[in-house]
């Protein structure tokens, strides 16, 4: 194993993609944890619920169904990323030693990230409600809808572009060279 990169010479591009994994899901397996210990205390929705009784508004009223969902089910989203975060981080670390594993570990995952992205922008009015708005702020809240269309447009667009030239790289012969094994 100590032979697998000697006559390969290790490209900047895959150390400093490596380290920004391992930045990047120990940050997301860090955050996943402390979440979920602060919602063992007390659910958000609960947080929500208790508000309505003080403002006599019920704040879940406005919310759509899919979110309150993912709400009363926090844990399971949270413990689901935890997990998730935390094979992407132990991915990381192999990605930086140059396993081939953790390359295709990656590749595959930035076109799942292709994919839901790309899902979710076209599913994502499922998770708007139409809120009541007084005639003169309609055309305000009209404009608003569309700076956040374009906004999701630009953000997938952009999303689609980097994960797909990530996946070229990764797939590339000078970057599958690095992570052969002798």
């Given at each position: ?5 000697r006559g390969n010479k290790k ?39 208790m508000i309505s009784p003080a ?128």
């Open positions: 194993m100590e032979q697998r990169n490209s900047k591009f895959v150390t400093n993609i490596g380290y920004i994994f391992i930045g990047f899901f120990g940050y997301s397996t860090t955050s996943a944890l402390v979440q979920s210990i602060i919602f063992l205390f007390k659910p958000p929705i609960e947080l929500l619920r403002t006599n508004i019920d704040i879940t009223a406005f919310m759509p169904p899919a979110f309150i969902y993912i709400m009363e089910h926090i844990h399971l989203f949270l413990s689901v990323s935890f997990v998730f975060s935390l094979i992407s981080l132990i991915a990381s670390f192999a990605f930086l030693k140059r396993r081939n594993w953790a390359r295709i570990f990656f590749v595959v995952f930035m076109i799942g990230t292709i994919g839901f992205s790309v899902t979710g922008f076209l599913f994502h009015d499922a998770l708007m409600v139409e809120i009541p708005v007084d005639e003169n702020l309609q055309e305000i809240v009209a404009s608003m809808n569309k700076l956040i269309n374009i906004s999701l447009i630009a953000m997938v667009v952009i999303i689609v572009l980097f994960h797909t030239w990530l996946v070229y790289k990764l797939l590339s012969k000078s970057v599958s060279v690095e992570f052969a094994s002798e």
